[in-house]
T-cell receptor, first 115, second 114 residues
Framework: DVKVTQSSRYLVKRTGEKVFLECVQDMDHENMFWYRQDPGLGLRLIYFSYDVKMKEKGDIPEGYSVSREKKERFSLILESASTNQTSMYLC??????????????FGPGTRLTVL | AQSVTQLGSHVSVSEGALVLLRCNYSSSVPPYLFWYVQYPNQGLQLLLKYTTGATLVKGINGFEAEFKKSETSFHLTKPSAHMSDAAEYFCAVSEAGGGNKLTFGTGTQLKVEL
C-alpha cells in the first residue's frame, strides 16, 4: 500500500512562531504537493515539487516556503505563523511519468491552529 | 486555465436512494477528470478517474461517473446510497503542462439519512 504520512495530526502554534510540517511518502514518487483545505474553498495548492531540490509555487504560496532535500520527504514551512494560516494541511504525492493521468495519494492531514 | 464547479455544497439523500453529485469543468486541453472522497478526519482517496477511452467510468464502492464533453460535465452517481457513503466528495481536473497538478472543486458534503 502506498503510504503518505504527515508528522502531526493536530498542531497548535502561536502567532509569529516558525512552523514545520513534514510529509514522507514510501512509493518513490517524483511529485509531491502541499495543499490547504478550508471549508467552502476546497483544496488549494500551496507548493509542489517534481524532484529533489526543485519546487514551484502553486496558487497560494504567500507566507509559506518548502524544502525537499530527499525524494521521499517534502516539508512545508510557515516562517512566521499568522492566525489566517489556521487550516487543514494536506500532503500528496504522485508519479511524474505518463503525463496528467496519475493519481495523487494523500496523507491524513495536519490540522493547524494558530493562536 | 482549468476550473471545476461543483453544484451543491451539501446534498442529502435517503439510504437506498440514488446519489448524484454534479461536476462541471472548464479546460483548455482535453480534460483528465477525477473524483476523490474524504471521510471524516482522513485524507482524500481516489474514487475514479477519466483519462481517455470509455466515457463511463466505474470506481470503487459502486460509484461511477460519465464524461460528457458536450456538457463539460463529469457527474458522479451511485444507484443506492449507503450510510457509509457519508463523506465529502471532490471533483478535480488535471492541468495542462504536465506535472500532475490538479484543480479541485469546492467539494460536496453528502449526508445519508435513514
Amino acid at each position: 500500500d502506498v503510504k503518505v504520512t504527515q508528522s502531526s495530526r493536530y498542531l497548535v502554534k502561536r502567532t509569529g512562531e516558525k512552523v514545520f510540517l513534514e510529509c514522507v511518502q514510501d512509493m518513490d514518487h517524483e511529485n509531491m504537493f502541499w495543499y490547504r483545505q478550508d471549508p467552502g474553498l476546497g483544496l488549494r495548492l500551496i507548493y509542489f515539487s517534481y524532484d529533489v531540490k526543485m519546487k514551484e509555487k502553486g496558487d497560494i504560496p504567500e507566507g509559506y516556503s518548502v524544502s525537499r532535500e530527499k525524494k521521499e520527504r517534502f516539508s512545508l514551512i510557515l516562517e512566521s505563523a499568522s492566525t489566517n494560516q489556521t487550516s487543514m494541511y494536506l500532503c500528496a504525492s504522485s508519479f511524474l511519468a505518463a503525463g496528467r493521468g496519475n493519481e495523487q495519494f494523500f496523507g491524513p492531514g495536519t490540522r493547524l491552529t494558530v493562536l | 486555465a482549468q476550473s471545476v464547479t461543483q453544484l451543491g455544497s451539501h446534498v442529502s439523500v435517503s439510504e437506498g436512494a440514488l446519489v448524484l453529485l454534479r461536476c462541471n469543468y472548464s479546460s483548455s486541453v482535453p480534460p483528465y477528470l477525477f473524483w476523490y472522497v474524504q471521510y471524516p478526519n482522513q485524507g482524500l482517496q481516489l474514487l475514479l478517474k477519466y483519462t481517455t477511452g470509455a466515457t463511463l467510468v466505474k470506481g470503487i464502492n459502486g460509484f461511477e461517473a460519465e464524461f460528457k464533453k458536450s456538457e463539460t460535465s463529469f457527474h458522479l452517481t451511485k444507484p443506492s446510497a449507503h450510510m457509509s457513503d457519508a463523506a465529502e466528495y471532490f471533483c478535480a481536473v488535471s492541468e495542462a503542462g504536465g506535472g500532475n497538478k490538479l484543480t479541485f472543486g469546492t467539494g460536496t458534503q453528502l449526508k445519508v439519512e435513514l
